[in-house]
């Protein structure tokens, strides 16, 4: 079946010390993935998607199609990056149906 | 951004009734909205794709009898959750798609936490 899998459930790290959220994808074809966060209290929100490369709040994210992998990276924590982190993508082009992996937390350390 | 909103964000019931969740886009017209379920700490699972106009099309182990879904206009999808039971207490979530170019983006509602007693 066609998955994300994030294998890490918590992260820290320390403020001002690189972050790496992992996220590896089983899929034949080419994938859509995404990453969302959810702030405390607040609803999941679109962080950013593969086809556009673009940085939001300093992290990025690359496809690996060799690694199968599409880690979420950021050079400098900052303590408003504890959230929590989702890998998703879209399973079946046309119907826009997001799979979801099961989420990481992250912890900023001031 | 465009926003969803989901009303109501809480409701508690006694068990057996039914309970309608009301999930809105509020600035764009979606023709496709998703219901979730998420567990404590745990990911979001898809239940159903809710399509204006049409049937609801339900993920594999998702009852369609118990979790009723209307898509009545545009900006408008509803989940009853029909003679609930203890065990569909959960986090109810909506998102909507925004299909227009220059975003091509699902939004997502705050959610629905609802409790069966």
């Known amino acids: 079946a066609q998955r994300v899998t994030q294998p890490e459930k918590l992260l820290s790290v320390f403020k001002g010390a690189p972050v790496e959220l992992k996220c590896n994808y089983s899929?034949?074809?080419?994938?859509?993935l995404f990453w969302y966060v959810q702030y405390s209290r607040q609803r999941l929100q679109l962080l950013l998607r593969?086809?556009s490369r673009e940085s939001i709040k300093g992290f990025t994210a690359d496809l690996n199609k060799g690694e199968t992998s599409f880690h979420l990276k950021k050079p400098f924590a900052q303590e408003e990056d504890s959230a929590m982190y989702y890998c998703?993508?879209?399973?079946?082009?046309?119907?826009?149906?997001?799979?979801f992996g099961t989420g990481t937390r992250l912890t900023i350390i001031p | 951004g465009a926003v969803v909103s989901q009303h109501p964000s809480r409701v508690i019931c006694k068990s057996g009734t039914s309970v309608k969740i009301e999930c809105r886009s509020l600035?764009?017209?979606?023709?496709?909205m998703f219901w979730y379920r998420q567990f404590p700490k745990q990911s979001l699972m898809l239940m159903a794709t809710s399509n204006e106009g049409s049937k609801a099309t339900y993920e594999q182990g998702v009852e369609k009898d118990k979790f009723l879904i209307n898509h009545a206009s545009l900006t408008l999808s509803t989940l009853t959750v029909t003679s609930a039971h203890p065990e569909d207490s959960s986090f109810y979530i909506c998102s909507a798609r925004d299909p227009s170019p220059s975003t091509d983006t699902q939004y997502f509602g705050p959610g629905t936490r609802l409790t069966v007693l």
């Open positions: 593969h086809i």
């Open positions: 600035d764009f017209q979606a023709t496709t």
């Open positions: 899929y034949s074809g080419s994938p859509e």
């Open positions: 998703a993508h879209i399973s079946n082009f046309g119907n826009e149906k997001l799979t």
